[in-house]
């Protein structure tokens, strides 16, 4: 079973929402947590209880434990650990890129089950060539597990690079995204969904054909950031059930107390409903 058969038999049980474990200053001070190890491992057990029964897909933004150095590493390790013994599918949001042995050290880090860090997948750039992104794509194939590559991100200063286009006038992004397709036609030519998906800002005004992906689409800025389900219906008209908005700052909000937070998620949700798989 691949990830994303994976991804979309849990949307048919939560719905299509992914919900990110943002644990930043300011939310640690509106929940009345200390900006401090402690807070970030009270601010994480408190999202595991919220969510991890409640959505299809949660993603722990590591740059948030990353800042604690080694302890704020064992919180992130605890997290993941406990949302997938819940049974909750894990993004880890690293966003990492290098090449050669570089890139199969993150590889590692993030898809190989005997890692501490060992998550369902992993969100990663391709800006130094999408082949250099093949370490983590052969550990994905070979575990099952997910790789979500940016490609058009809703960032302003992205669209100078991601909006150039090639002789055949096809946008960096567009690239990008044929590429992920290529590499799911070894599962979509099979019918079925494929282990790689995109990254994709849902508030993008002209995003990227996405019609073939044959993988799972995130869709960050939906919620706080302005974009709606009529957005993510646009972005992806033929394959809804692939598309999966991505929200945090609207949900988070809402806490610390859980009940809150569970109530925000379903709200979210309700409006993201799963598609069976037939």
């Known amino acids: 079973m691949t990830f994303g058969e994976k991804l979309v038999d849990a949307s048919a049980v939560h719905g299509r929402l992914c919900v990110g474990i943002d644990p930043h200053d300011s939310l640690l001070a509106a929940w009345g947590l200390p900006t401090s190890v402690e807070g970030l491992r009270e601010f994480s057990r408190i999202c595991v209880e919220a969510v991890s029964d409640t959505v299809a897909l949660v993603k722990p933004q590591v740059a948030f434990y990353e800042r604690f150095g080694s302890a704020g590493f064992a919180v992130l390790e605890e997290t993941i650990a406990e949302l997938r013994a819940r049974g909750c599918l894990v993004l880890a949001d690293a966003k990492r890129g290098d090449i050669g042995s ?76 044929d590429q992920v397709a290529a590499a799911n036609r070894v599962h979509t030519d099979r019918g079925d969904i494929g282990n790689i998906g995109v990254v994709v800002g849902a508030t993008l005004e002209h995003p990227p054909e996405l019609a073939e992906i044959g993988g799972p689409i995130l869709l960050p800025g939906v919620g706080a950031q302005g974009a709606t389900a009529r957005d993510v219906s646009l972005i992806a008209p033929d394959n809804q059930f692939l598309a999966f908005p991505n929200v945090s700052r609207a949900i988070l909000s809402h806490g610390p107390e859980i009940g809150d937070l569970r109530r925000s998620v379903a709200d979210n949700a309700a409006g993201y409903p799963g598609f069976p798989r037939s």
């Open 102 to 177: 570089t890139m199969a050290g993150y590889a590692t880090a993030w898809l190989d089950p005997d890692s501490p860090l060992a998550s369902d997948a992993v969100t990663v750039s391709p800006y130094l060539g999408f082949h250099s992104l093949d370490p983590v794509l052969e550990l994905a194939e070979r575990y099952a597990k997910g790789v979500f590559v940016l490609a058009a991100t809703s960032n302003p200063e992205a669209r100078q690079l991601q909006d150039q286009r090639d002789a055949h006038g096809r946008s960096i992004s567009q690239q990008i995204v």
